[in-house]
């Protein structure tokens, strides 16, 4: 996340690895192996219906078996702390389903063969909230992000990157309406300014570029060219009172004017 946005970084998906694999132990002991043990019931030698099966190093799954292994609803317990508890199939989480970490920190919503999938919330202990949608572990599609400091992000995702269409609310009321490429204002835009300033117009990299139009508190205006943050080129100001001058820019200084 660049300084524009404040810096502000996304927690990182896969805490201590528990969402990438949330039923990793082996189900194919019978009553002891290994120093696995099962107690629940069978149907004849194969795990049917409701048991529990302990790990030597401590982890767990209490909830519903088929053909030997977990489906239905059931809840995982790590050994290192975490809990999952919902829908699974075929041994991996599947369908709905919430997954809580050491630190309080929880995922709630759909998955898919063991990855955050579909719709869900994700909220951390700092604050952080995202609800919205995931695809295969990480923010994909539209959802919305908000930081413990109340500034917000709502729009398009892709591989958790802010990519597409989407509004920025800064905490300070500034906001940013238009395109967006790997977290970064880029492309076409509104930037607008508590104290009414205005900017329409391109970006590049969370900078001004290209043709845009700023417009002052005071009702005056800059209408031309911009090149990474800085009026660049042939431009227009236009006063409060509608009179047009005409120049060119370069790095931001009028190097010329008609």
């Avoid at 201590?16 to 082996?26: A, G, P, R, Y």
């Avoid at 906001?175 to 967006?180: A, I, L, V």
């Amino acid at each position: 996340m660049s300084n524009q946005n404040n810096g502000k970084e996304l927690p990182d998906n896969n805490k201590k690895n528990q969402n990438k694999q949330v039923f990793e132990k082996s189900l194919h002991s019978h009553k002891i192996e290994y120093g696995t043990t099962y107690q629940g019931e069978w149907n004849g030698d194969i795990r049917e219906g409701f048991g529990e099966q302990l790990w030597p190093d401590g982890a767990k799954y209490v909830g519903e078996w088929e053909d030997n292994q977990a489906n239905g609803k059931g809840t995982f317990y790590y050994a290192g702390g975490g809990i999952y508890e919902g829908e699974w199939k075929n041994n991996k989480a599947n369908g709905k389903g919430k997954l809580t970490y050491v630190d309080g920190s929880y995922y709630e919503g759909d998955w898919y063969e063991d990855q955050k999938h579909g719709k869900g919330v994700e909220i951390t202990t700092p604050g952080d909230k995202y609800y919205g949608e995931l695809k295969y572990g990480e923010k994909d599609g539209f959802g919305k992000y908000i930081w413990p400091d109340g500034s917000s992000y709502e729009g398009e995702w892709q591989c958790n990157q802010m990519n597409g269409v989407g509004k920025y609310i800064w905490e300070d009321g500034r906001s940013y309406e238009g395109q967006y490429q790997m977290c970064k204002m880029h492309g076409q835009g509104v930037h607008k300014w508590p104290d009414e300033k205005m900017y329409e117009g391109g970006y590049f990299q969370d900078k001004k570029h290209g043709y845009g139009v700023f417009t002052w508190t005071n009702g005056k205006k800059y209408a031309g060219n911009w090149f990474k943050g800085e009026k660049d080129g042939k431009g227009q100001l236009i006063t409060a009172g509608g009179e047009i001058f005409e120049g060119e820019w370069s790095k931001g200084i009028l190097i010329s004017s008609k």
